[in-house]
């Protein structure tokens, strides 16, 4: 290998990620040692964003599309790096790309049963479970709020954090719902709408993620009040027949 070639070699002039997953979410271009050089090309396809992090501090963030890395497309990163009028040489920064579009098929579901104060059968314990799906929105707060330092992030890695965040409005919704137990599985199309909303207010502005879709599939009820409403319903089938 020649010297042009080797040199070649520890430049970066092509910029892209060929997503073929379907739960990333951000994803860190692996530039290892190399260096990104003057006019390198830059390839943001449809549903992703490509972040420059300079140092830890973030500065440019490039929507779709295809781009000619230079001074006059880099001003944040021109300033962080004291470019006054322009450059000419290769540069280093960690290039961030984020996924846009929507991860469905998540699930949710509650640990620990939640407490409800029914009218009828007194205090009770309830498990609840649903489906979710998770879109970013803001990327310059999604890495740093959630990504940190990662080479990559899925969503396995915000599972927990949103379980949590879910299951905490779910309690804060049964508490004021003023729904009897009995009558649960005929509003939950009614509550995951009221649930979507509490939660986006807890994701949104601070992980920079967007909830477009929630569901409530099951809410389902402490096996003794379950035997109670067989008795029952036993009971008024005996009476009919009286």
């Known amino acids: 290998m020649g010297l042009f070639d080797k040199l070649r070699g520890e430049l970066v002039d092509i910029v892209e990620w060929i997503d073929d997953s379907k739960h990333t979410l ?44 230079k001074a006059d497309n880099l001003p944040i990163l ?22 846009t579009r929507q991860i469905t098929d998540l699930k949710w579901g509650t640990p620990n049963p939640v407490m409800l104060r029914d009218p009828e059968f007194g205090p009770i314990r309830l498990r609840a479970f649903g489906t979710y799906t998770l879109k970013a929105v803001d990327p310059k707060a ?10 990559e992030f899925n969503s396995d890695d ?9 299951t905490q409005a779910f309690t804060d919704m049964l508490g004021t719902s003023k729904v009897a137990a009995l009558d649960l599985a005929s509003h939950y199309q009614e509550m ?47 009476g009919d027949m009286n």
């Open 158 to 166: 915000v599972a927990e954090v949103m379980r949590s965040i879910i």
């Open 26 to 69: 951000v994803w860190r271009f692996p530039r290892y040692q190399n260096e990104i050089k003057n006019g390198a090309q830059l390839i943001v396809r449809p549903g992703q964003k490509a972040v420059f992090v300079h140092r830890g501090e973030i500065a440019d963030v490039f929507d779709e599309g295809h781009y000619e890395l």
């Open 78 to 99: 021109s300033t962080i790096m004291g470019w006054k009028h322009g450059f000419n040489s290769p540069f280093r920064s960690e290039v961030y790309f984020v996924s």
């Open 192 to 238: 995951a709408g009221e649930l979507r909303k509490l939660v986006a207010e807890r994701v949104d502005d601070e992980y920079g993620l967007e909830i477009p879709q929630l569901f409530i599939v099951n809410v389902s009820l402490p096996e003794a009040v379950e035997k109670a409403l067989d008795t029952r319903t036993s009971m008024g089938v005996v």
């Open 142 to 151: 999604l890495l740093k709020e959630l990504v940190g330092t990662n080479a």
